[in-house]
């Protein structure tokens, strides 16, 4: 085989000391596959070299928790028997580089981890970030990757037959070269069936099933790990191609499969593929495997081994079966089509020993591979900040313009041409679809529904990472409350920069503190993630992304949902104004979207007061009280009051607003902790809110048709609710032109 | 009586067709494979949503020589109740079972939502429940679901009474507003939009139940 030069070293992104590292842990130079596996097992995408220090600072238990992180997903237990796997992941690079199949793979990526640990996948929601629409320079690009990964996400989940039920779309000039996709994924399954991937039983056989192998995909893994520079886009061999069809038959048959007994151990093989299946496996159980890749099914004539250990193919597993019971495995793929072989065998050594026609091409202990990748303490400073403390003097002329703006802006505006390509309902358990604070969906086997957000906002965390990630945090949790739902879990994907930047990794250690603080205060545990650092092209990094999915649990009935229903019901501002300062006014949609500027730091969080605004607003909706809720956040009071009145019912509100706030300040600060609630029995959530020692104020009422917001007797904004409806609906497709 | 719910490698809707029967319709239902050339003793026939064989090539096109769809046609040939959804629709198409064509959706893009269709007649076994003109709310979910065929065939759906439902704000282009048909002998009904997904209050709407029960109160009469 050839020789390792340094060139080849670092042409595979290992360094001379990560080198060092190989030839001291096999006492010897490794073979050129040998070079390949470490590669992509040290790369940052599966070893978390720069992160792993800082993660172990989050919150990994509690009382709902089954399994926390290092398992394919986490899992909690949602009562009656029953359990919910969930986790998110980021496929960022392969989505700027061919967004269709980037974003579809990412989708089949996260759907295999859910069904791998034995859970029938039930919902994804996608988190989306992109460069701005309209942008001269960039627009048509940004364009066409947002309708590519769109249509991607669409393809792979509405085939595959599973619900895309929400989610959020942001946009930003520093996504423009490296757009954010990340999938959250969830999955029920019984509490007493979870697989796990822990090979286990020496001599157990492990099966190969599932697609074919290609070349597609290699050095996936590794890609993710690297900046854009101009050469990437020619990287596009490196994007996996998915097939939704077989990965609904490999779950079925996967699940069919599990019902026999049979199943050890089962690992689904995502980025490195065959590489990182085998020796994560074999690392978790403390045991060895052994394949001969003379036996692998492949898809293309004469694929090397160092090819086909690091081909990233899409919808393949890796099992382990019990030994004289592989055949009732095979019996079920073969039923469903699929490719089903021995491939090895679980050993006793602990070495990852990779055979080709009997010939031994790689040795390697799998320990080595999985968990003495290298660490790194990386250094860091004061986050990057891009942006001044002081903003302008401004003052506006006219609010019902800047409404109009916000409302028309690609954040606030209605996301319906997206979700729409979504199939949201089928399985049947869609209770509250996209569009609302959070998702609903009924488990049909129990009395319990789960409710899922999703957020991030890289904007607030460009000015504060601390402040910005625990500000994610509490208006996840908020979410879910509003919906009724206690959260008990979270699953994050933290979307940065180059850590080999100090200022870059500073934003990295501080949006982890900051999570790891709200984690705790909130009780949602991190049961597992993802990280993607290297968001960067042509030098020019991403604003810091950490993104939350938090999953809360609420008694299955009819949702309660954003919009008005009827006239005449009490409007009450949960929460109380909250408080704003020119400082913290930078960072509002208000700043970016009117006043184009960004500026001083995010909205002041008092976690104290937001966890008892929360469960204020859980009692009100077990109760009943309330008709409408609707957390207050991007856009502030104005856009919250708007998007309640662009109900089916066509229902506004008129409110009188007695604060003492700075006109633009009272419409559109973007403080946390406030739900705009719309009631029949306003006493009883008064009630209920002085009871939990927050602030109710009744800010008027609902009525036909109307908005009309006022402050102290003097109006500032009175219109229509249906040409500001239109507005905010068709935006999107404008903004598209499509 | 006994429901039938055919499975197809890549069927996803066959999950709901059987829970709104078993369940909100309160009558047994039971999965079938494709690859059974047997019916069994089942008194109705489902073909549900999803993608048939992945939908490679076009939707629908590969299901019709499968070994079931060869028992379908006998059973629907010997006046057996036949129900046709989203992709099932489909499948019947192009099977011939039902006329016309279903082409890819006007705006080329895939649409979710929930929309609001016409009863157009009530003399079916799958709408004998309702009345004619009465507005149901069921969802669509569909890339490939505008009903297109000649003039002929539009015509005689509509002298023949066959036009079952119609969309009332057509989401997707179908020739005259078309979201269900019957076969002439009217016991093979193919439709875009779910039934199943709307047949209970926690769904947004239970609307599509009158499908179920039309079918049931039929062959209760047998």
Known sequence: MSTITPDLISAHQLTEEEYQRIVALLGREPTYTELGIFSVMWSEHCSYKSSRVHLKKLPTRGPYVIQGPGENAGVIDIGGGWALAFKIESHNHPSFIEPFQGAATGVGGILRDI?????RPVAVLDSLRFGPLEDPHTGARNRRI???????????????????????????????GNPLVNVLALGVCRKDQIFYARAAGVGNPVLYVGAKTGR?????????????????RQKRPNVQVGDPFL???????CLEAMETGAIVAIQDMGAAGLTCSTCEMGSRGGTGIEIDLEHVPQREAGMTPYEIMLSESQERMLLVAAKGREQEVVRVFRKWGLDAVTIGQVTADGMLRVKDHGRVVAEIPNRALADEAPVYERPYTRPLRKYPMEGPGFRSHDLEADLKALLASGDVCSKRWIWEQYDYMVRTNTVEGPGGDAAILRIKETDISVAVALDGNGRYCALSPREGARLAVAECCRNVSTVGALPVAATNCLNFGNPERPEIMGQLVEAIEGMGEACRFFETPITG??????NETLGEAIDPTPVIGVVGLVKTGPPLTVDFKRPGRAVILLGGFGECDATRFGSTQYAKVVLQQIWGLPPALDMEYEKRVQAAMREIAAAGLAESAHDVSDGGLAVALAESSFGPAGVGAAVELDSGLREEFLLFHEGPSRIVVSTEQPEAVEAVARRHGVEARRIGTTVEGRIRIAQRGRVLIECAVEPLRRLWDGALERMLGA | MRFGVVVFPGSNCDHDAWYAVSRNLGQPAEFIWHESSNLGNVDAIILPGGFSYGDYLRCGAIAKFSPVMAAVRRFAADGGLVLGICNGFQILVESGLLPGALIRNRGLKFICRQVELEVVTADSPFTSQAERGQILRMPIAHGEGCYYADDRTLDELAAEDRVVLRYRDNPNGSLRDIAGILNRERN???????????????????????????????????
């Open chain 1, 146 to 176: 947002l309708a590519g990964v769109v249509s991607g996400i669409a393809h792979y989940g509405n085939c595959f037959g599973v619900p895309t039920v929400g989610g959020e779309c942001v946009f930003e000039a520093g996504y423009s």
């Open chain 1, 247 to 253: 990965e609904k038959l490999l779950l079925e048959a």
């Open chain 2, 188 to 222: 093979v009904m193919g439709l875009m939009p779910h039934p199943e997904r709307a047949t209970e209050p926690l769904m947004g709407s239970s609307d599509g139940l009158v499908v179920f029960r039309s079918m049931a109160a039929a062959l209760a009469l047998r």
């Open chain 1, 529 to 534: 993630g993802n990280v993607s650092l290297y």
């Open chain 1, 115 to 119: 069904f791998t640990m034995g859970a």
């Open chain 1, 216 to 232: 597609d995909g290699i050095h996936g893994a590794s890609m993710a790990s690297a900046e854009f520079t101009e050469e990437s």
